[in-house]
């Protein structure tokens, strides 16, 4: 069994941060290598989008820079992970702060304001691999751009488009961290197929749930949660016997 390093903590507003660290996810595989996102993923999941909340939402996860007019050798970096940066820009401009990954892969930037947010590698602008407005009720975080980056020794330049009153929160968090399985339910008896699942930290497909463990996805009376019929030969609550 393959095993690799989920974290998770802060997947529920109002838990504590301080235990952030990280905790097991099964049959991931080589999906958490990858690079970039997932091709027909049209938005980030429920995971990565509460975690991000969590640390907006708490004081004392955030973090004062104030951004350059351009890349200099002041500019300041955002790379603290569970953190929201409260960026200062220069007034009614764009600014500057550089961004150097942990880990390769693709980076959810989420934004308290939906100023513009561009990546550069040197001169190249890098494209957005999806780009989405936020809504959590309770949450500040309204803006999320995701970047795939590539490399762990680059300073990346981030540029902030302009912002009502200078001051925009950045939360920076990596997509593959955050990623869930999810289970077809072909028969919408709330019961998903072991069998066909995917791992994503977007949102999942149409007709994909969380919980598994149906026997029969073609028989909504067939499911964990159904009540045992004695003496017809069917095994309704998937339990493995036909008497209970």
């Keep these: 069994m393959k095993m690799t390093m989920r974290n998770v903590c802060g997947a529920l507003v109002g838990l504590s941060l301080a235990a952030c660290g990280p905790a097991l996810e099964e049959e991931q595989g080589t999906w958490q290598q990858e690079a970039?996102?997932?091709?027909?993923?049209?938005?980030?999941?429920?995971?990565?989008?509460?975690?991000?909340?969590?640390?907006?939402?708490?004081?004392?996860?955030?973090?004062?820079?104030?951004?350059?007019?351009?890349?200099?050798?002041?500019?300041?970096?955002?790379?603290?992970?569970?953190?929201?940066?409260?960026?200062?820009?220069?007034?009614?401009?764009?600014?500057?702060?550089?961004?150097?990954?942990?880990?390769?892969?693709?980076?959810?930037?989420?934004?308290?304001?939906?100023?513009?947010?561009?990546v550069k590698n040197g001169a190249t602008t890098l494209s957005p691999a999806l780009s989405h407005t936020v809504s959590v009720s309770g949450c500040g975080l309204l803006t999320v751009t995701v970047y795939d980056l590539a490399s762990t020794t680059t300073d990346y330049q981030v540029d902030l488009g302009t912002a009502s009153g200078n001051l925009v929160g950045v939360v920076a968090e990596r997509v593959e961290d955050y990623a869930t399985r999810y289970y077809q339910d072909s028969d919408n008896d709330t019961w998903g197929n072991t069998s066909v699942s995917v791992l994503t930290a977007c949102v999942p497909p149409s007709g994909y749930i969380t919980r598994r463990f149906d026997c029969n996805d073609t028989n909504a009376s067939i499911n964990p949660s159904a009540t045992e019929i004695t003496g017809n030969s069917v095994d309704e609550n998937c339990n493995g016997s036909l008497t209970n």
């Design 36 to 118: 970039s996102l997932e091709a027909g993923c049209t938005a980030l999941g429920a995971s990565i989008t509460s975690h991000s909340c969590v640390h907006s939402n708490n004081a004392a996860d955030h973090l004062a820079v104030t951004a350059t007019s351009g890349l200099t050798a002041s500019t300041p970096g955002i790379n603290t992970a569970h953190k929201q940066y409260d960026v200062t820009l220069p007034a009614g401009a764009t600014g500057t702060v550089k961004f150097r990954p942990a880990t390769a892969g693709s980076w959810a930037f989420y934004r308290t304001q939906g100023n513009t947010l561009t």
